[in-house]
């Protein structure tokens, strides 16, 4: 691990000032995913902010009948929330599906958001890296890929995101609440807080330098059955292949988000007019201009057959 | 004495030594990317209660939780695996709730009540964990053991306070005891020797509960 100063916030614009006062600098809540990515030396950040006093640790009521999710709330007890366990129950399930229970006791909601790729290129800095090391090319295109995207790929960079929080948080239409050092609030809807790679992979969301997520609010529950599927090589603890977060309403008709597909949580909202007409006819609608290789093809039907296994369950 | 005892000269630093030389293109990589200039390492205190006992340690804010408890407090119950929080070696009980020792500074700890493998029992008196691990030979090397007994613990008064998982059915519902939630629960700690299933007698034994399909 490189050398780095490191200082305890006291508010959120605090926070967001010793951002921009000190360019080499990282926040950090959780740390489950930046103090691994510094030992690899991955990440080197000079300054390091903890805003773990920051207080934004509470889940509350919003005024149109949603939730106020706190940027520090942890993983454990936002699947634990009751509130979030009987109307966002596609969550809770996300959540639980991600991790260990070590890791979702300390990692919070906002660093699930910015969690960086598991590509197996980016953690190997002995190999080229666009999102890593911009400009230098990318090992995963032509090199072991089978588990890496599909869907809005680019030339720089086929890297999936690999929350599993976030997919449900897509379907569930949450908005990112943020700050910056002027002490400028911003709300982020959360189709547009993730990037598509393009040409330049190594910008992975819509913050500015030094802007601080504070919250992430869900809207009004919208009732229907909630469902995340996981698809991964092991039973427990692992990335996902493929997911798929569900709000199914009677008449199969619903919102259908996904993971292991794309850079971001992926979702194509036109492609769920179809969920009536069944999986293969939404599956399409869905995976329309994929970009396969030879070793993540698999994730084409494997979508198809999970939004199949979604809607039996919806109807179960 | 104090060289056997000093980590100076041993396996771990020549190890150490080839991985730091092993990078030294990624660093380089690294370096043109982040053209400001790293600090120079810097030490803060931090004080904890560690075991019941009040500590006040100078540490690099570089240093883990994992490597202030093994390096600087000698507590070397608590187990270095992975280092990247993906076997559960180093699991210790922090506020309460188990974390990967690992993937934590110890400076971010400052207050905090920490309980590791040392802080459960001791020789004379085991805690019930232990002692159901010794009964149902929930171990083979025991490298893996501490962090294990710590999560099992922990895993018990989560399902208590009725916090779900991926193995609970009815997520609105209060989760059990069985099977099924103990190896999900369990799933962050890897025991290469394989004992997994004396794992789980262990805790139901402590849970008081039977084995379920």
Known sequence: MKAFTYERAKTPTE???????????????G???LLDLMKLQIETPQHLIDVNGLGLDKITPTSDGG???????????????SRVRADYAVLSRALVSGASGQLRNKATTAGNLLQRTR??????????????????????????NRNLAIMGTSDACIATHPSDMAVAMRVLDATVETVDAAGKARAIPIADFHRLPGTTPNIETALAPGELI???????????????????????????LISVAAVIQPGNRGRLAFGGLAHKPWRVEAAEAQLPAGAKATAAAVLAGARTTSQNAFKLPLVERTIGAVLEEAKA | MTKDDGFAVSRRGVIAGGVATATLGGT????????????????????????????????DTRTTLLDALRETMRLTGTKKGCDHGQCGACTVIVEGRRINSCLTLAVMHEGDSITTIEGLGTEEKLHAMQAAFVKHDGYQC???????????????????????????????????????????????????????????DAIHDVAGTERTA
């Open chain 1, 119 to 144: 590509c197996p290129y980016f953690y190997d800095t002995t190999k080229p890296c666009n999102k890593r090391q911009p400009g230098t090319g990318c090992a995963a295109i032509g090199g072991f």
């Open chain 1, 15 to 29: 926070a967001a000032s010793a951002a921009v006062r000190n360019p080499g600098a990282k926040f950090i809540a």
């Open chain 2, 28 to 59: 380089a990589v690294s370096a043109q990317t982040q053209p400001v200039q790293q600090p120079a390492p810097t030490t803060m205190p931090v004080t904890f209660k560690v075991n019941g006992r009040n500590t006040k340690i100078d540490v």
């Open chain 1, 214 to 240: 504070t919250a992430v609010t869900l809207p009004k529950p919208i009732g229907g059955t909630h469902i995340y599927k996981k698809v991964r090589d092991r039973a427990s603890y692992a990335f996902a």
């Open chain 1, 31 to 33: 740390g489950t995913n």
């Open chain 2, 142 to 200: 025991g490298y893996c053991t501490p962090g294990q007994i710590c999560s099992a613990v922990a895993t018990l008064d989560e399902i208590k306070n009725g916090i779900p998982s991926h193995a609970t059915s009815d997520i609105a519902a209060k989760p059990g005891v069985t099977t099924a939630e103990l190896k999900e629960r369990m799933s962050g700690n890897i025991c290469r020797c394989g004992a997994y299933s004396n794992i789980i």
């Open chain 1, 67 to 81: 939730l106020r999710v706190g940027a520090l709330v942890r993983n454990t007890d936002l699947a634990a929330d």
